[in-house]
């Protein structure tokens, strides 16, 4: 049984994101393992809060994710 961990910092993906990403990982486990294994693969997305997730020592927000998928320095 497949399953999937996506791990995003709390309020930077919208509900309809969210869902998103989990039919499009979805949908890339199955070209792998074929159709039958549908009703076992889990895609399951868990958010952190801001600040609680770094890179090179130093806490992100969701502003910090959000300037950075707008092309700004976070």
Same mark, same amino acid.
């Given at each position: 049984m497949p399953l999937v961990t996506i791990d995003v910092i709390k309020d930077v993906f919208s509900p309809q994101?969210?869902?998103e990403l989990i039919a499009r990982v979805t949908r890339a486990m199955l070209e792998v393992e074929g159709e039958n294994m549908r009703s076992v693969t889990?895609?399951?997305?868990? #958010?952190? #809060?801001s600040g609680d997730w770094a890179i090179g020592g130093r806490a992100l927000a969701a502003a910090d994710v959000r300037a950075l998928a707008a092309g700004k320095a976070a």
């Open positions: 994101q969210k869902q889990w895609v399951r997305i868990q #958010e952190f #809060e």
